[in-house]
């Protein structure tokens, strides 16, 4: 099993950064495809970004892409999503996620974190 705490988060205007942060404890993170997926408002939660095993490969979101990496520190059991030139509609609670593989990492049934705020104002 996997626990996953999110923090990074906060209020920031358009244009800046913020760096998310997500610890995982428990065995065997090296084995999980780690993401971070985003909920807005009377929205869906879509992917954001993921991440494989030994970051041998990343995937965006179109919305992201160019302004948000993706990383991860096996040896710490973390993962991290740095978010350049924010935008308004980047605002929205988001979760990071542990998965088995590339093609189920939105399936609920992975490991969630509760999520952390991010709010960008204009």
């Known amino acids: 099993q996997l626990q996953l705490v999110e923090s990074g988060g906060g209020s920031v205007q358009a244009g800046n950064s913020l760096t998310l942060s997500c610890a995982a404890s428990?065995?065997?993170?090296?084995?999980?495809?780690m993401g971070w997926f985003r909920q807005a408002p009377g929205k869906e939660r879509e992917s954001v970004a993921v991440?494989?095993?030994?970051?041998?490969?990343?995937k965006y979101a179109d919305s992201v892409k160019g302004r948000f990496t993706i990383s991860r520190d096996n040896a710490k059991n973390m993962v991290y999503l740095q978010m350049n030139s924010l935008k308004t509609e980047d605002t929205a609670v988001y979760y990071c996620?542990?998965?088995?593989?590339?093609?189920?990492?939105?399936?609920?049934?992975?490991?969630w974190g509760r999520g952390t705020q991010v709010t960008v104002s204009s």
């Open positions: 991440i494989g095993f030994a970051s041998d490969g990343t």
């Open positions: 428990g065995r065997a993170f090296s084995r999980y495809v």
């Open positions: 996620v542990a998965g088995p593989s590339v093609i189920t990492i939105s399936s609920p049934h992975n490991y």
